[in-house]
């Protein structure tokens, strides 16, 4: 079964807001977390990543943030634009593999 | 970087009929090499991974198979498919700790 999880399966945000995806992962042990951003008929295109070591990592418009306490991880995406309408996915690392949640439609509206 | 090809971009099949999906990586040597599938609305569930020439993991019991034939190709095959086979497929190859995927093949049984 899936260890990672998702809280908001749909987001609908005005473009120029800032967005906010949330994951819950049940893997204490897991280290090492990615974003991936899919588009509608193409596959899953790496955002971000950040190793349980950190809890803060920032990328262009997009922050990755790890609270391991409580097992949770967000995607902050500044300044949303109409291109940044996909599915997010975050994944944890898990042997040779990763685990991806359910995902998170984002839809931006003008 | 790795470049990874994925054919046919959808196919359609009758139940009963046999399936091969092919996938060729270029950029990188001795991968390790992953299929995923995506049902509707889902996230992505890991169905084979592999390290080497023919060597394939088999993460869920099912109507597939994978083969290794040569160190950049990655194959997925069914003798027979079943309507629970329809899903979006998607190779994908290890690079930097991250997964890097092809644009993936949509795969309708009827």
């Known amino acids: 079964g899936e260890s990672v999880g998702l809280h908001l399966p749909t987001l609908s945000v005005q473009e120029g807001d800032n967005s906010i995806i949330n994951c819950a992962y049940s893997n204490s042990a897991s280290d090492y977390f990615i974003w991936y951003k899919q588009e509608s008929g193409k596959g899953p295109q790496f955002i971000i990543d950040i190793r349980s070591n950190m809890d803060k990592r920032q990328g262009q418009r997009v922050t990755v943030l790890l609270n391991k306490t409580v097992k949770h991880l967000s995607l902050q995406i500044a300044a949303t634009q109409p291109g940044d309408s996909a599915v997010y996915f975050c994944?944890?690392?898990?042997?040779?593999?990763?685990?991806f949640g359910k995902g998170t439609s984002l839809l931006v509206t003008p | 970087s790795q470049t990874i090809h994925q054919w046919p971009a959808t196919l359609v099949q009758p139940v009963g009929s046999p399936l091969s999906l092919e996938c060729t990586v270029e950029g990188t040597s001795n991968p390790n090499l992953y299929w995923y599938r995506q049902a509707a609305g889902r996230g992505l569930q890991l169905l084979f991974y592999?390290?080497?020439?023919?060597?394939i993991s088999s993460e869920v019991p099912q109507n597939l198979s994978a083969s290794r034939p040569q160190d950049r190709q990655f194959i997925l095959s069914s003798k027979k498919l079943l309507l629970s086979d329809s899903g979006f497929y998607l190779c994908a190859c290890l690079g930097d700790e991250k997964l890097f995927f092809g644009s993936g093949t949509q795969l309708s049984v009827l």
């Open positions: 994944a944890e690392r898990a042997g040779y593999a990763l685990n």
């Open positions: 592999s390290v080497g020439i023919g060597q």
